[in-house]
């Protein structure tokens, strides 16, 4: 078993200690510093008072990307098995 690393991640002016494993470190600082990035964003475009709405808009965010990846990748699945499933018919034709 890997040794535990202890952190800690700042986000909306909050710092969060974690115990991770060493693999998630930089994927954690990653997601931290784009939250922060949003956050930033969200402040300067809207007028948001509440630092609990900016953090609400920014996990409705991340969930739309997540979720539309999920549909794109299911989408392009389909459509690899359709011409998958068409050369198998050629194939088959010409054996």
């Known amino acids: 078993m890997s040794e535990q690393l202890k952190i800690k991640i700042s986000i909306a002016n909050r710092v969060?200690?974690?115990t991770i494993s060493p693999s998630q470190e930089e994927g954690l600082r990653k997601a931290?510093?784009?939250i922060e990035a949003m956050?930033?964003?969200f402040e300067q475009n809207y007028s948001v008072r509440d630092k609990q709405d900016v953090l609400a808009?920014?996990?409705?965010?991340?969930a739309a990307q997540v979720e539309q990846?999920?549909?794109?990748?299911?989408?392009?699945?389909?459509e690899v098995q359709e011409?998958?499933?068409?050369?198998?018919?050629?194939l088959q034709q010409h054996m």
């Open 16 to 18: 969060y200690p974690l």
């Open 32 to 34: 931290a510093k784009k």
């Open 39 to 41: 956050i930033g964003q």
């Open 57 to 62: 808009m920014c996990a409705l965010q991340f």
């Open 69 to 78: 990846k999920t549909i794109d990748k299911e989408y392009v699945n389909e």
């Open 83 to 90: 011409k998958l499933e068409t050369l198998n018919e050629l």
